[in-house]
């Protein structure tokens, strides 16, 4: 199993990515990052500056071919997130597209120009480095917990390859697909599933570099077989297709529309199902497990659900003592824990995380769920509540809060997640202002987006903030969340 991408080692003339006017084939994917596989090989950590471009995918696919692990960078990444990820990952070079601008904290360090313009067709095939062992690190992704920093989630090659070929089994997905997409490049969503994925199977890849419902319209009315989206991307698709008659034709010639990230609200559902006569199908992963369930392609109906186990992947439902639930009367709710080759390592210099994760051999996910007669799971919340999911992006409450609270206008600050039509879930931020002598003009709603937006990572911006002279805590000085609303 130790080459991840087959494909790339005949030289062929089929297309493996396009990006808006640029594209490679096969042959010319391996042309680039042969090379730079070579030449960064032997390095310890790469960091991969991950915008939505041709040249991310090459710096990824070379990373892999080199056996280097990489982690990929949000573009927009605000000065302390960015710290921290440089720091936590200590990488030894970054790749980056030619002539971008990149942050002091990348720009530190060496610096290796990904190259991804076309080299001719026909010549011959690169000979490609040995690629390493299965369990070798590939991928560090950063993901946030309710408290804290992210955490650099470590994945194995083993579990890039299993989760590929599962979502292969489970969706039909073959070498005459033609994925369209528009997910981020630096989340396991975009970039394994979305990149990766249509290269391991030799099918092609169109990113549109930013989502729009035009730009699926166009792609699946021309070759595009499959789209992969957040359910945000598919609220929109579903808004728009319901006026757009092109839109719905374009939908309904898809073989396969897949959402994932967090959950497709039913009504979304039956719109794209009313406008189009296609079903999305939902799939359920986590960055630390990559893919767990799908609905499958060759399954019967199940909408509503994140559908059964994939091959090779072990899930169960435990009670609140942390007994397993072994009815599927469609009822009774417990948390997912999974267990399979397609989980992670560790999460990157946190022990005491990696170990608080596991329930024996199996990963505790968070996710409540239920499971139904047919062997359909069913997520119906989550444990925490302080984890938010807003636009298919994982966000720790606590990781908001403290960037507010560094902001010398905040006494207090409490964030919650809000139910959102557009977003699944919107970020909120309850403020306390700081008062006294000293103390300035109250920030307003917008500078504290800003500034979280700087720190952190825009899509982790309150969308809301509203001003408060006290939190409500309870006799221990703990924050009362769920007193928090409007
Ligand atoms: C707005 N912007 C700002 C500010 N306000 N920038 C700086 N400061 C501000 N105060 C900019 C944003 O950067 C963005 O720029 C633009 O304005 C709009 O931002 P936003 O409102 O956040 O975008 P949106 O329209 O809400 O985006 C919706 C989206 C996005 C396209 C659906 O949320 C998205 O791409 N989600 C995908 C998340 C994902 O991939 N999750 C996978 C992780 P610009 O437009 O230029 O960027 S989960 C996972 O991987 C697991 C394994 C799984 O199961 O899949
Ligand atoms: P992340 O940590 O960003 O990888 O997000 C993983 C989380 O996304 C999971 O723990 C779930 O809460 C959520 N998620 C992913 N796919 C789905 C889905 N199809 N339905 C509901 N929630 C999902």
């Known amino acids: 199993m130790n080459v991840l991408f087959p494909a790339l080692c005949d030289g062929s003339p089929t297309p493996a990515l396009r990006f808006g006017d640029r594209a490679l084939s096969y042959g010319q994917l391996a042309a680039v990052a042969g090379p730079l ?70 720009a530190a360090l060496p610096r290796v120009d990904v190259e991804a313009a ?44 299993h989760t590929l070929d599962a979502l292969a089994d489970a969706w039909q997905w073959t070498a005459d ?10 989340h396991v969503h975009g970039l394994i599933l979305g990149i990766l994925g249509p290269l391991r199977r030799g099918g092609s890849v169109h990113h549109l570099g ?76 986590m960055t630390e497990t990559l893919m767990n369930t799908s609905v499958r392609a060759d399954g019967p109906e199940a909408t509503g659900t994140v559908g059964v186990p994939l091959p090779g992947v072990y899930v169960r439902l435990v009670d609140d003592a942390g007994q397993p639930i072994e009815t599927s009367d469609g009822e009774t709710v417990g948390e997912i824990q999974v267990r399979g080759p397609n989980l992670f390592v560790e999460y990157l210099n946190r022990p005491d995380a990696t170990a608080a994760a596991f329930d024996g051999g ?22 925490a509540t302080d984890l938010i999911k807003s636009g298919g992006y994982k966000i720790g409450a606590g990781e908001i809060e403290n960037a507010l609270l560094a902001h010398p ?30 103390a300035g003009a109250p920030p307003s709603a917008q500078e504290l987006a800003d500034h979280v937006a700087a720190q952190l990572a825009p899509h982790k911006r309150p969308r809301t903030v509203h001003f408060l002279d006290a939190l409500p805590r309870n006799d221990m000085g703990k924050i009362l969340k ?4 409007v």
């Open 37 to 106: 596989a070579d030449r960064i090989g032997g390095a310890t950590r790469v960091a991969i500056w991950a915008t939505a471009t041709l040249e991310t995918s090459v710096g990824v696919v070379a990373a892999l071919l080199a056996g280097v692990p990489a982690v990929p960078v949000n573009p927009k990444s605000g000065e302390s997130e960015l710290a921290h990820i440089v720091a936590d990952s200590a990488p030894s070079l970054v790749l980056a597209e030619p002539g971008a601008d990149l942050p002091e904290a990348l």
């Open 118 to 161: 076309e080299p001719p067709e026909g010549s011959e095939p690169v000979a490609l480095p040995y690629e390493p062992g299965d369990e070798a690190p590939a991928l560090i992704v950063y993901t946030s917990g309710t408290t804290g920093p992210p955490k650099g989630v470590v994945i194995p090659r083993r579990a890039i390859a």
């Open 210 to 285: 930013r989502f729009s419902a035009d730009g699926v319209a166009r792609e699946l009315s021309a070759d595009a077989t499959m789209l992969f989206g957040v359910p945000t991307m598919y609220h929109r698709l579903a808004v728009e297709a319901g006026r757009d008659p092109v839109l719905a034709k374009a939908l309904s010639r898809a073989r396969l529309l897949v959402s994932g990230s967090a959950a497709l609200p039913l009504t979304d559902h039956e719109r794209i199902a009313a406008a189009s006569g296609r079903r999305v199908i939902e799939r359920y992963g």
């Open 409 to 438: 206008g905040v006494a207090e600050a409490a964030v919650t997640g809000e139910p959102d039509e557009d977003l699944g879930e919107r970020i909120v931020a309850w403020i306390v202002p700081e008062t006294g002598p000293d």
């Open 362 to 383: 199996w990963f505790r996910t968070g996710d409540m769920a239920l499971r139904d007669a047919g062997g359909n799971y069913r997520i119906v919340g989550r444990k």
């Open 177 to 186: 697909d033609v994925l369209v997409h528009a997910l981020p490049l630096f």
């Open 482 to 485: 769920r007193e928090l609303h």
